[in-house]
């Protein structure tokens, strides 16, 4: 498993903080946004995180982590702007690799997602386990609001979900009454997560709803509106 590091973002909207890039055989096959819906599939981007791992950029994943122990204490940085946790063999989370990087982080203040399917038993332990070390926070990713109820009733991590990009930005909630609030990266032009910080919040009881963007955002923001 090969990751990228990145010590300061150029991306406006992330801010000048550390991210990471993992390379794309991370991403589990359940994730519904891998048949080219994925922001990250386009652009500059894309062309990165092909590269990272057989392209030849990145460290693997111990000298990755290795890096992460030397961020100062309270780091602010974003795991996988591309990318999911380790993957085993099976297709599940590789537990082992999961802590390792968990522990490696634990004096930091990160965050990431995944689409990895948290209610496998194998998927929730390691999830919830490696929220409970603290320092990385692991955001579970649903693509609907059903799903978004369905994640935070296994209270493991905190959740976040995909909107259509013409979704209202102010009082959408799930069909259990959770609030979810828009990121303020895409309705406030001066906010970037360097500054929000509300997806690293471990304990927030309201869901972080992405509206759909980039180039298959039309594509992906038609799907969302039927299913939700």
Request: proline fraction near 6%; glycine fraction near 10%; hydrophobic fraction near 30%.
């Amino acid at each position: 498993m090969w990751v990228h590091l990145t010590p300061k973002s150029g991306n406006r909207k992330v801010g000048p903080i550390p991210v990471s890039t993992t390379e794309e055989k991370s991403c589990p096959k359940e994730c519904p946004l891998s048949s080219g819906d994925c922001y990250a599939k386009y652009g500059p981007l894309m062309m990165h995180w092909r590269k990272v791992g057989e392209g030849g950029r990145g460290d693997n994943f111990t000298a990755f982590c290795n890096r992460v122990k030397k961020f100062v204490k309270g780091q602010l940085w974003r795991h996988n702007q591309a990318g999911d946790l380790p993957q085993r063999k099976d297709g599940k989370i590789d537990r082992r690799k999961s802590l390792q990087l968990a522990r490696a982080s634990a004096h930091t203040k990160g965050w990431t997602y995944s689409h990895y399917d948290p209610t496998d038993s194998h998927n929730q332990k390691t999830i919830k386990d490696m929220n409970d070390i603290g320092g990385l926070t692991v955001n579970l990713s649903a693509d609907s609001l059903a799903e978004a109820d369905e994640y935070s009733a296994l209270n493991i991590g905190p959740v976040t979900v995909v909107l259509p990009a013409d979704a209202q930005t102010r009082g959408n909630k799930t069909p259990n009454g959770l609030p979810i609030v828009t990121c303020p990266a895409q309705t406030q032009d001066e906010m970037s997560c360097d500054k929000c910080k509300l997806c690293q919040v471990q304990n927030r009881k309201s869901i972080v709803g992405f509206l759909a963007h980039g180039t298959a955002g039309k594509r992906l923001s038609k799907k969302l509106g039927s299913e939700n």
